[in-house]
């Protein structure tokens, strides 16, 4: 019974935290590359700056998803979910991949973006 409701409050927290770092991600998706490629296009840097500059961002960029993906493995450790959770998870990742290459292979076009 208590752990069931630890792990109760764990998913909570888990989606309340992706929910608070995607509305971050939003804003931060919509223009702010944009912008920052631009000020970087516009600066006329030696392509290692240029490149180093990007490297930063996406370093900065990735920081919170850092953030989740740790708090979330650390909340599957204290649930004590870890093993099932692992087997589970590497079976649908298993099926997803072979699933995507299949597509791959036999109907790319279901794949691709159109715009």
Same mark, same amino acid.
């Given at each position: ?6 792990? &109760?409050?764990?998913? @909570?927290?888990?989606? $309340? $935290?992706?929910?608070?770092?995607? /509305?971050?991600?939003?804003?931060? +998706? !919509? %223009? ?5 490629? =631009?000020?970087? !296009?516009? +600066? #006329?840097?030696? +392509?290692?700056?240029?490149? !180093? ?5 996406? &370093? @900065? *960029?990735? $920081?919170?998803?850092?953030?989740? *993906?740790?708090?979330?493995? #650390?909340?599957? =450790?204290?649930?004590? $979910?870890? %093993? ?13 991949? @072979?699933?995507?290459? /299949?597509?791959?292979?036999? #109907?790319?076009?279901? &794949?691709?973006?159109?715009?």
């Amino acid at each position: 019974m208590a752990s069931e409701r630890r792990f &109760l409050i764990a998913l @909570v927290g888990i989606v $309340l $935290l992706a929910f608070a770092v995607n /509305l971050v991600e939003l804003v931060c +998706s !919509a %223009g702010i590359p944009a912008v920052y490629t =631009q000020v970087l !296009a516009l +600066s #006329k840097l030696p +392509s290692w700056h240029y490149h !180093a500059y990007l490297g930063l961002y996406i &370093l @900065v *960029f990735m $920081l919170d998803d850092l953030f989740v *993906f740790f708090v979330a493995m #650390k909340t599957l =450790q204290v649930t004590g $979910l870890t %093993g099932t959770y692992v087997r589970h998870a590497h079976a649908v990742g298993g099926v997803v991949l @072979v699933g995507i290459g /299949l597509l791959l292979l036999l #109907k790319p076009e279901w &794949l691709a973006f159109a715009g």
